[in-house]
């Protein structure tokens, strides 16, 4: 069995080198893909918290830096990405007696526009992505810590569009 292993290791090795870099999330990076090019995204959103725009930013570059293993570059990467914040909601959602909630839902919407420039399919697309965190009564001191979340599943929802083959 040991010498069966080591007979095949190579051949399957190369095999999976030769077609990308692939995860179990179902998302795989085509090879002749090395660089992303990430244009600042804006906040856009009306009445958003003032930090939002630098932690969906770095989450972002983070999310195509780790599991994409791709070099983020300023410009005229493999693939590009532009967009902005559209939207920051907080809504309540569980009424009490008396009108008042005790429960709120923060809603963060964004807009990307992803480009393919180097593979044969020249694949485009502008789509929203929505994300959101559930708390309880005030959001005082704790929205950083809501908008990174956020952030961290918007970022996952772009790369999983980005790169996903099923």
Same mark, same amino acid.
């Given at each position: 069995?040991?010498?069966? *292993?080591?007979? *095949? *290791?190579?051949?399957?090795?190369?095999?999976?080198?030769?077609?990308?870099?692939?995860?179990?999330?179902?998302?795989?990076?085509?090879?002749?893909?090395?660089?992303?090019?990430?244009?600042?995204? %804006?906040? !856009?959103?009306?009445?958003?918290?003032?930090?939002?725009?630098?932690?969906?930013? %770095?989450?972002? @570059?983070?999310?195509?830096? @780790?599991?994409?293993? +791709?070099?983020?570059?300023?410009?005229?990467?493999?693939? %590009? +990405?532009?967009?902005?914040?559209?939207?920051? @909601?907080?809504?309540?959602?569980?009424?009490?007696?008396?009108?008042?909630?005790?429960?709120? @839902?923060?809603?963060?919407?964004? %807009?990307?526009?992803?480009?393919?420039?180097?593979?044969? !399919? !020249?694949?485009?697309?502008?789509?929203?992505?929505?994300?959101?965190?559930?708390?309880?009564?005030?959001?005082?001191? !704790?929205?950083?810590?809501?908008?990174?979340?956020?952030?961290?599943? +918007?970022?996952?929802?772009?790369?999983?569009?980005?790169?996903?083959?099923?």
């Amino acid at each position: 069995m040991k010498k069966i *292993f080591i007979l *095949f *290791f190579p051949i399957l090795l190369s095999a999976l080198n030769s077609c990308g870099v692939y995860s179990f999330s179902g998302a795989s990076v085509p090879a002749e893909v090395k660089t992303i090019s990430i244009e600042y995204i %804006q906040n !856009k959103a009306p009445n958003a918290w003032s930090s939002i725009d630098n932690i969906f930013n %770095q989450e972002l @570059r983070n999310k195509m830096t @780790r599991d994409g293993g +791709l070099k983020v570059i300023d410009g005229g990467g493999d693939y %590009q +990405l532009k967009g902005y914040i559209l939207d920051y @909601r907080i809504t309540p959602q569980v009424p009490t007696t008396g009108g008042f909630s005790n429960k709120y @839902r923060l809603d963060i919407t964004v %807009q990307i526009e992803f480009q393919d420039v180097v593979s044969d !399919k !020249k694949v485009q697309w502008t789509q929203s992505f929505t994300n959101f965190e559930v708390y309880d009564n005030d959001i005082t001191g !704790k929205e950083d810590l809501f908008i990174r979340s956020i952030s961290v599943n +918007l970022a996952n929802s772009v790369f999983n569009k980005m790169f996903s083959t099923w």
